[in-house]
C-alpha cells in the first residue's frame, strides 16, 4: 500500500500573522515535521531578511532595543515542525491553475493549500519631492535602520501624517534628538479613534513633550537643497517647514498585487476578497491580516484581527473547520508619546439617541466620553491621558452598565462596581483570550487559591500581567480567602511577621530566616526573596549591613534592586537621578544632557520633577553613575520600594498666595526620607496654600501650608485606584512636622503588607485616622519614641547606593559582561554567559552548588532578560522567575511552570563547571 502523501502548504509573508497561523497549526498537530509525519510540509517565503518580529513595538529599537529582542520565532520551533523559511526570497507570480509559485530567486513551488499574508505597504501621497533623498517611510527594520544612519546628519524632521504610525514615527525622531514636527491633513490627530475632544487632549499632551503639530493642512511640496537632498517642506497653507527628513506615515494600502495578477476577486478599495473562512475566490488560496478584504467589507489594520484570521485558517486547514471571521473587535488600547490612548465599542455613535457621558481635566491632559444608547446600553467610549477604566469599561459594551457612569470615568468611589459585575463573557486577559468565566470556572472546578493557580490552569496573567488586579479581584469575588503567609517557602508567616522577626532577633539573612522559620525548603521564591532583601533594607542601620547589595542580599534582589535602575519592557534600564524639589542648576541640566547624547538615552521630564533617562544598558549604569554623582547627582531610587518624590509648586518663594515656603520643605523631606525601603513606594507632595498646585492630597505623605503652620495629610493614592489623602494633624510647626510624619513613615514600615500602598494599609488596620492619632499623637501603644529614634538612625546610616556601588569592587563586577565560565556565579542568583559555541546563556547556581544553564530570552516579552530573574524553588523544583512579570521556569527542563507550552531552551553547562 502505497505511503500517503504529505500535503504542501506554502505561505506568502512571514510577519506577526504569519507566524501566529504556523503557531496556530502547532497547536492543532497540524504540522508534518522534520520526519514528515501526518499534517501539512510548510514553506514560508518571507520577502524581509529576517524572520517573524513584533511591528508593534518596532520603535523601541530606538530605544536600544536589539532587534533580535523582537524577534517572534526561532529557529528550534522551525526546526521542530519540519517549516522551511526562505528569507529574502518572496513570491514573485501565483499560478492558481498550475497549483504554483514562482519566487524571486526562479524557485517553483507546487502547493495543496497557499495562504496570502503579505500585509500592506506605507501610503506616499504623489507630491513632488518625495522620492528625494531624506524622504523615508517606517514600517521595517530595514526602515528603521536607514532613518537611524541618516538622522545622524539631521535636525530637524517632519512626519506627513498624525495617526497611530505617524505619532510614533514622531516619538522616534525626538528619539533620535531630532526636533519633531507632526502634519495631519485631517482637522485632528488620530481621526479614526478619537473625537475633537480627545484629540485636542492628545494634541496638548503630545505639544507639552516637545513636538510641533499642524492639523487641517496637507503637505504640497517637498523641497530640496542644490544637492537634492530635503530642506524642506510646503504645505497647502503657504507655510514652509524647515526640515532634514521627511517621514512619511500618512496610511498604508493592502498588498495584493499577487492576487490581482493571479486573477483572484479583490476589493473596490483594495484587498484580497475573501468569505468567513478566509477563502479567496480560489477555494484552495487563503488570505489573512492586513492584505485581505474580510467577508464584513473591512481591511483591518490590527494585529488582533489578524490573528483571529490566522485561527480561522488554521481550523480550516488542521480542525473541524467551524471557526469563521465575521468581523472584528477594533477596541484598541495604546501608549503614544507617553500618553495613554484608548477607544473601544462604537466610539462615534450619534444620532438623537445617544446621549455623551464626558470627563475633561485640562490641566492634567485627560479626556473620557462614554456614549450610551436609549436603553443606557454602553455604546463606546474614548479615553486619553487616563486608559485604567479601559479593562472594565470595554467589557460592558453593548450592554447596561454596572454602576452609574461616573462612577467608571471619576476617581474611584464607593460606587464603582467591583469584578462581581463584569459579566462571564468579559475578557479580563487579552493576551489569551480568557473571560472572566473562564477564571470563576477554574476557580470553581479546581479550588484554585492564588494567582499562580490561575496562571497554570487557565493561562490568564502569562502574558503582559496587566490583569493580575482584576484576576485578583474574581478570586475575591468567589470568595477565597487570601493565604495568611507570604508563601509556601513561609506559609505562617505575613510581612509585618518577618519584619518584627527580623528587628527584635537581629536575624541578619535570608539563609537564616528561612532556617529557623521557614517550611524546610530553603530554596526561596520571587515573593519572599524580595520582601526579606526590603526588611534587611529597612532595618540595614539596626543590623549593621552596609548596602542593599551586601553578601547574601544581592541573591534576593528584585532586578531593579540588584542594579539599582528600572527595568523596561526592552530590557534596558531608565536612570533617574534624585532632584529635590525640582530645584536643578544649569551644570547638572548640561550633565544629563550630555549623558543622555552620549549613550542615546530618551530623556522625559516627569510629574514628579524628575528628568528620567531611558534606554540604558546595563553594563553602561556604573558609568552613567559616575558621571551624574560628579555632577552633584544622587540615585533617586525610582526602581525601589522607597520614596520615590515629594512634588511642591513654588509656594512663597514667588507665588502671590504662598503661605509657606513648599520648595525648601520639599527639598528637606526629600533628603531626610530618601534611601528608606518600605512595603510599596511611597510619594509626597507640598502646596504652599489651599489651591493645592502640588495635589498633595493625592499623595501618601501629602502638606499643605496655612496661615498657622503646616496640614499633614496621609494615604492618600494616585496610582490603579485613586483616592485622597485624611488630613491627620493641622497647623503643625515644621519640627512637629517632621516627628510626626518620622513615626507614620516608621509605623508604616513595620505593619504594611507586602505590595501594600498606604491607602489599602490604612482601609486594612481599621479606625482609620482616628487609629492613627492614637497611636502616633497620643501614643497609645507607647512607641512614639521608638519609632523616632530609629527614623533619625536611618537617616544618619544614610548612603547613596550608586555611590556604595562605584565603591565596591565586588558589587560593581555584577555590571561586567562575563565569557562562558561559571566562576563568577554567586548561589541563588543568575549571570549572563557566552558558551564556547557562541550561544548566549543564563547560568544559575543553586545553594548545593549545581549549575544550570537556559537561554536568556524571554519568550513572554521576547527581552533578553532571563539571567536578571530571581532563583528560587517550587515544590522543590529549582526555578528562575521571569524579572519581567515573574512566571516561572524549571531550570532541568526549561518548561514554564505557569504556562506548559512555553519553554525556555535547555542549554549545555560550560565543561569547565563539571
Known sequence: MAAQRTPKLVLVGHGMVGQRLLEALAERDGLAGPGGGPGWSVTVLAEEDVPAYDRVHLSSVFTGTAPNQLALSTPEFLASHGIDLRLGDPAEQVDTAARTVTTTSGAVLGYDALVLATGSYPFVPPVPGADAPGCFTYRTLYDVDVLTAYAEHARTGVVIGGGLLGLEAAGALRTLGLAAHVVEFAPRLMPLQVDDGGAAALRATIESMGVAVRTGVGAVEVETDDAGKVSGLRLSDGERLPADLVVFSAGVRPRDRLAREAGLAVGDRGGVAVDEHCRTSDPYVYAVGECAQTADGQVYGLV???????????????????????????????????????????????????????????????????????????????????????????????????????????????????????????????????????????????????????????????????????????????????????????????RPEVYELIRTERIRSFSELAERY?????????????????????????????????????????????????????????????????????????????????????????????????????????????RLIAAGFESGQAYGKSLRTVKSCIGSRFCRFGQGDSVQLAIDLELRYRGLRAPHKIKGGVSGCLRECAEARGKDIGVIATAGGWNLYVCGNGGTTPRHADLLASDLSAAALFALIDRFLMYYVRTGERLERTSAWLERLGGGTAHLREVLIEDSLGIRAELEEQMERHVAAYRDEWQAVLDDPAALARFEPHGAGVEFLEPGRGREAVLPDGTRAALFRDGDGAVYAVGIRDPFSGAEVIADGIMGSRDGVPVVASPMHKQEFDLRTGVCLDDPEVALPVLPVPPASR
Open 304 to 494: 488582533a484581527p489578524g490573528y483571529q484570521m490566522a485561527e480561522t485558517v488554521a481550523d480550516r486547514l488542521a480542525g473541524d473547520g467551524t471557526t469563521v471571521f465575521t468581523g472584528a473587535d477594533t477596541s484598541t488600547k495604546l501608549k503614544l508619546l507617553g500618553a495613554d490612548v484608548a477607544s473601544f465599542g462604537d466610539p462615534f455613535a450619534a444620532g438623537p439617541q445617544a446621549t455623551e457621558i464626558v470627563f475633561s481635566d485640562g490641566r492634567e491632559g485627560v479626556y473620557k466620553k462614554l456614549l450610551l444608547g436609549p436603553e443606557g446600553q454602553l455604546l463606546g467610549g474614548i479615553l486619553v491621558g487616563d486608559a485604567g477604566a479601559y479593562g472594565s469599561l470595554k467589557p460592558h459594551a453593548g450592554r447596561r452598565l454596572p454602576a452609574p457612569p461616573e462612577a467608571l470615568l471619576l476617581p474611584a468611589t464607593e460606587s464603582a462596581p467591583g469584578a462581581e459585575a463584569l459579566p462571564d463573557d468579559a475578557v479580563v486577559c487579552s493576551c489569551h483570550n480568557v473571560t472572566k468565566g473562564a477564571v470563576a470556572g477554574a476557580i470553581a472546578e479546581h479550588g484554585l487559591t492564588d494567582l499562580g493557580g490561575i496562571k497554570r490552569r487557565t493561562r490568564a496573567g502569562t502574558g503582559c500581567g496587566g490583569c493580575a488586579n482584576t484576576l485578583q479581584a474574581v478570586l475575591d469575588a468567589a470568595g477565597v480567602r487570601r493565604a495568611r503567609g507570604l508563601c509556601a517557602h513561609f506559609p505562617e508567616l505575613s
Open 518 to 626: 521557614g517550611s524546610g525548603d530553603t530554596g526561596g521564591c520571587a515573593v519572599c526573596k524580595p520582601v526579606v532583601a526590603n526588611v534587611l533594607g529597612t532595618l540595614a542601620p539596626e543590623l549593621g549591613l552596609r548596602h542593599v547589595l551586601e553578601g547574601e542580599q544581592a541573591a534576593l534582589q528584585d532586578s531593579n534592586d540588584l542594579f539599582l535602575a528600572n527595568l523596561q519592557k526592552d530590557g534596558t534600564y531608565s536612570v533617574v537621578p534624585r532632584v529635590p524639589g525640582g530645584e536643578i542648576s544649569a551644570g547638572q541640566l548640561i550633565a544629563i544632557g550630555e549623558v543622555a547624547r552620549d549613550h542615546g538615552l530618551y530623556t522625559k521630564i516627569t510629574g514628579g520633577q524628575r528628568i528620567d533617562l531611558f534606554g540604558a544598558a546595563k553594563e553602561d549604569l556604573p558609568a552613567i553613575w559616575r
